[in-house]
């Protein structure tokens, strides 16, 4: 005769052991996503940063260095 508490039991084990399984790889993947939105986000910081920067030069009458990425200030006009 099958023993049916057994595979009741061997059932539920197998469940646990799923659900414990499931519940680890969506913890790892809302870790991974939220490393990227901080990432995203310092980004898009750090560029308007940069842009208030770059705007805040050309106000001021300065000239935009892309090279060295800051401004090198007011421009004195020549004559050649």
């Given amino acids: 005769m099958v023993d049916w508490p057994k595979i009741l039991g061997g059932v539920l084990v197998l469940a646990a052991i799923t659900w414990a399984i499931v519940e680890i790889r969506e913890d ?10 901080r990432q995203n986000n310092e980004a898009a910081n750090r560029a308007h940063s ?6 805040t030069c050309l106000a ?6 892309f090279e060295a990425g800051e401004c090198d ?5 020549r004559r050649d």
Avoid at 28 to 37: H, N
Avoid at 60 to 65: C, D, M
């Fill in 28 to 37: 790892g993947a809302r870790s991974a996503k939220t490393a990227i939105e």
């Fill in 50 to 55: 940069k842009r208030n920067d770059y705007d």
């Fill in 60 to 65: 001021a009458g300065g000239l935009w260095n």
């Fill in 73 to 77: 200030g007011p421009q004195k006009h």
